[in-house]
Every structure is written in C-alpha cells, then in structure tokens.
C-alpha cells in the first residue's frame, strides 16, 4: 500500500518563499508520477504541478509559473514543491499524488493521496 505524507507547510508572509515535501513509502517510488494540488477553502481542489518519473519533464498550472517548482529525489522517495513569491490566494491545503502512468491535471485519475499540509500567505 502506499502512503504519502507531506510535511513543510505553514504560515508565510506574501514574497516569502517556502517548501513543502512528500515523501513516499511501500512502493518503487520512481515508478509513480507525482502530483501536488491545492484545495483552498470552499474551492474545488485544483492541480498545482506534476513530475514524470525520471524527473526530466515537469508541468505547471498557469497560476504558479515562474513561482513554483516541483521536483524529485528517487534516492530519497521525495517529491518537493518549493513555493517563491508567494500571494495570499496560493493559501490553501497542499496535497500530493501519485500514479503509475497519469501526469495531468484531474485529480480523480491520480491513485493514491496524502493527507495534506497548510499553507497559509498573510497580506
């Protein structure tokens, strides 16, 4: 079974920087695109980022790029997310995901979930 749980999360002035990670147990981490989303409050939960497996091809929702950056250590079973300049409406709970084979931006095609962390930007 694989578990995910995120840790980093927080509360961050606007222009702050922060990182949030995942990390990954009970499967061959590099076999699994990893995902991050972000449900704020009252909102659908929306993609944020994807990884492919190797690492070597990244996506980004509108939003956050330039801002973000998602990236992986398969030696270490970790997905990361640091987040620059980050604005008040980027306050929300920031999940991951992953899956075998799907990279987008559905969150209902993503197999297996953590358990999420806050992130919280004051104005």
């Known amino acids: 079974q694989v578990q995910l749980v995120e840790s980093g999360g927080g509360l961050v002035q606007a222009g702050g920087s922060l990182r949030v990670s995942c990390a990954a147990s009970?499967?061959?981490?590099?076999?699994?695109?990893m995902g991050w989303f972000r449900q704020a409050p009252g909102k659908e939960r929306e993609f944020v980022a994807a990884?492919?497996?190797?690492?070597?091809?990244?996506y980004y929702t509108d939003s956050v790029k330039g801002r973000f950056t998602i990236s992986r250590d398969n030696a270490k079973n970790t997905v990361y997310l640091q987040m620059n300049s980050l604005k008040p409406e980027d306050t929300a709970v920031y999940y991951c995901?992953?899956?075998?084979?799907?990279?987008?931006?559905?969150?209902?095609?993503?197999?297996?979930w953590g358990q999420g962390t806050q992130v919280t930007v004051s104005s």
């Open positions: 009970g499967c061959t981490f590099s076999n699994y695109v």
């Open positions: 995901a992953a899956d075998p084979y799907y990279s987008g931006t559905s969150a209902g095609r993503y197999l297996y």
């Open positions: 990884i492919r497996r190797s690492g070597d091809t990244t």
